[in-house]
């Protein structure tokens, strides 16, 4: 089942935050954050596994309600350079594959 | 650079002619994922490898698409009689099972297949 993303798109000025969710309706066992410029490939941003667990890059910080199934993606203080389509990949315990999100695009305005 | 390649990076075909796409993983890892990514979606995963073998491929996937993996080291993706609707931008990704990294998937710049 594909997660759902919201919301769908997210226009920002420079030094604003933002928060992006991703819901499942299936049980989860970990959540993968990608960010997509237009016409490159999607970079790994961060893993959060089952267990509620938050992590941080930069500031660019997720965490993971295992009860709700839901995933939040949270940057503080948005740069130019955040700017850029968000996808979360969940992954279903016992599989190793991943399901991807349509995506949040974001939009950072100086 | 020691990332995942792909080739080539643009593909233009007609209709009903056969197309292959190859991967180069990163050399170490074990996992080997083809996705195909259409505008406004996220990838949506084909199939997958750990080493030679093909643990498994996606329901939707059509039987004119095959993909190989024969020394568990590069592989490659063949479209047989291609559709219109095949389209797509193809991407590749690797990753190392039960490493540190916890199944980090690295992609690859990808194909972009335009069928006419």
């Known amino acids: 089942q594909q997660p759902v993303q919201s919301p769908q798109a997210v226009i920002l000025r420079e030094g604003e935050d933002a928060v992006i969710n991703c819901s499942s309706s299936k049980a989860l066992y970990s959540v993968h954050w990608y960010r997509q410029k237009h016409g490159e490939a999607p970079v790994f941003l961060m893993i959060l596994l089952k267990g509620g667990e938050q992590k941080g890059h930069e500031k660019i910080s997720a965490s993971f309600n295992e009860k709700k199934q839901q995933s939040s993606l949270y940057l503080t203080a948005s740069q130019l350079s955040y700017s850029g389509t968000y996808f979360c990949g969940t992954e279903i315990a016992g599989y190793s594959t991943l399901t991807f999100g349509k995506g949040t695009m974001l939009l950072v305005s100086p | 650079d020691t990332g995942v390649s792909q080739d080539p990076r643009h593909k233009i075909t007609k209709r009903g002619q056969n197309v292959t796409f190859r991967c180069d993983p990163i050399?170490?890892?074990?996992?080997l994922y083809w996705y195909r990514q259409t505008l406004g979606q996220g990838p949506e995963f084909l199939t997958y490898f750990q080493n030679e073998a093909q643990l498994e491929k996606s329901r939707l996937l059509s039987d004119r698409f095959s993909a190989e993996r024969p020394k568990g080291s590069f592989s490659t993706l063949e479209i047989q009689r291609t559709e219109q609707g095949d389209s797509a931008m193809y991407l590749c990704a690797s990753s190392l099972a039960g490493g540190r990294d916890r199944d980090r998937q690295y992609f690859g710049p990808g194909t972009r297949l335009t069928v006419l």
């Open positions: 050399s170490e890892h074990n996992r």
